[in-house]
């Protein structure tokens, strides 16, 4: 721990410089000749109540102080003008119109103590706010950016106009947005300019004709075309610019963060830390300057700032987090009042994105606090436990293992199983629950087997169509139970009837396989026998014959008892029978014919029975 005695140095603020460096006697009007009694206290002949200030026309501008007491119309903080309105340094300060909707214009004016150097940069400011009352019954109040300050080398105006003053001023607000605002509250107007030398004057007021300015409701506030805007006035500074310089940034030495901050109102602002605003934080030792560039070109200033230790303290923290907490919140301790992190950041707290040492400075008070903060994050592991496709088994007696790495923390199965692989032999959806330290996965499989497994099907021998026997269709059907039929016929039916000659075949497709059979159905040669007939003499099938077109291809026709006898013996020119043996009717009953006749592919035999009826 070290101990420093040290010094420290605020900067100072414009307003805030001594008198010698402020070219404006009775800047904050704090010094009268007398209390005033009412309005109108400011007059352009003699500074009857506000030491050195005058009016700028004829227009009765007015001063204020706590010294008229409460109630009176000039009294601070309320008066005719506002409610609540202190003044924003001591108890007094002025008031004029610069917009009563009318060619009617009010303003203030004092004599500098010495007149301004030409080619000299000068620094103004003053503060002013918006009333929110008068005397102007039934008329809104509102506010502006239209006030400025105009330099000369005599006292400007008259006693007896009380019109717009015919002079551009040195250092104008207006259409700058920066509006007067809020009532109870000062807003601040600066500027820079060159003097022309000479320069003895200062008249602070509206130099644009109230039709040409911007009237807006201040905050609260409203407007319309008859709003009126008149202004409160205080703390009026003017200053060379190179005495302003010279104590604005002053050579500081502080122990801990440090707001270093430019003179006011400069168009720009460049650091030679890179910063481009008014002010910055200084964290160490080190020559600091800033460039301002202003209407009068781009002035300069420096600043030495010592920082000392006062008590040193330093702590570290160790952090293991997972890579799905990134970005991952640190933070310092809320005791400090400044804060310095390695990554540049000066929040009390940071994200980081990394496994890596982050340190923060913190300071509070004198004493500073370096705390590190150790972070390893623990990476993907890299691995996805992948149990694969979904598994069709086709094997009898099969078995199969499900693995996923090795190289986790845990696994569970939905079997209850904790091993990183296990054999199963049922068909089923199996799942894995795997964790590692920042990581849970899951995946699961599903194995399927057939149930149809080496089925096959049996269409049978071929089949013969035989329309001129009666057979004119035949039934073709499966000789087992499977899904998903499919007939050549385009069918999917078990079974189907065919009524014409052809191949005709049927699958099945299964999860392993696709069956199929294919058979032939044939038309038989065209010819037939009859299988009754009744010889009764009726004149109604009494005759056995053969049914054929051609009965110049019988080669023979004959006809056997059932005891084998021969009862007929016939050819192709006698192949009908009346049912007789040597003219001597045959019983009924039962009996065979054996039929040869040709055919396209040669010699054919044909053989059955028939009933004989009468």
Known sequence: MKKTLFVLFSLLTAYSLSAQFNLVTNNSFENLAACPPGISGFSWG???????????????????NACAGVGSWVNVPDNLFATFQPAHSGVAYAGFWTNTGSEYYEYVQTQLTEPLVAGECYYVEFWSAPATQSDFFGITHATTDAIGAYFSSSKVGDAFTYSLLAATPQVDNNATGNYIDQPGDWTKIC??????????????????NYAGIDVVAYEGGTVDGSSVVYLF?????????????AYAMPDTVVCSPFELTAPSCAESYLWNTGATTQSIT????????????????????????????DSVYTSENNFEICFNELPFTLTASPTYDYYLWSTGEITENININATGTYYVTGFADCATFIDSFNVIVIEPIGLFPELGDDTLVCDEGWELDLAVPLGFNSYLWSTGDTTNSITVTEPGTYSIIVESDCETFTDEVTITIDPNLNSNINLGEDRILCPVAGIDQILLSTDIALPNYNWSTGETTSSIIVTEPGTYWVSSTLLCSQPSDTLRVTLCDDVAVANAFSPNGDGTNDELFVIISDPSRIVIFQIFNRWG???????????????????VDQPMGTYVYYLKYHSDSGEKLLQGNFILVR
Do not use: Q
């Open 282 to 309: 200084i964290f160490e030792t080190g020559n600091y300057w800033v460039s301002l560039t202003t209407s009068c070109g781009v002035l300069t200033d420096t600043a030495h700032i010592l920082f000392v230790e």
């Open 233 to 245: 006035l205080d703390d009026v500074v003017v200053t060379p610019v190179d005495s302003m310089l």
């Open 565 to 583: 006898e021969l009862v007929y013996d016939g050819n192709a020119s006698n192949y009908r029978w009346d049912g007789k043996l040597i003219n």
């Open 191 to 208: 500027g820079y300019f060159e003097a022309a030398g000479g320069e003895e004057w200062v008249c602070i007021g509206n130099y644009h």
């Open 46 to 64: 003699a500074d009857t109540y506000a030491i050195d200030w005058y009016s700028g026309t004829g227009g009765s501008s007015d001063y204020f």
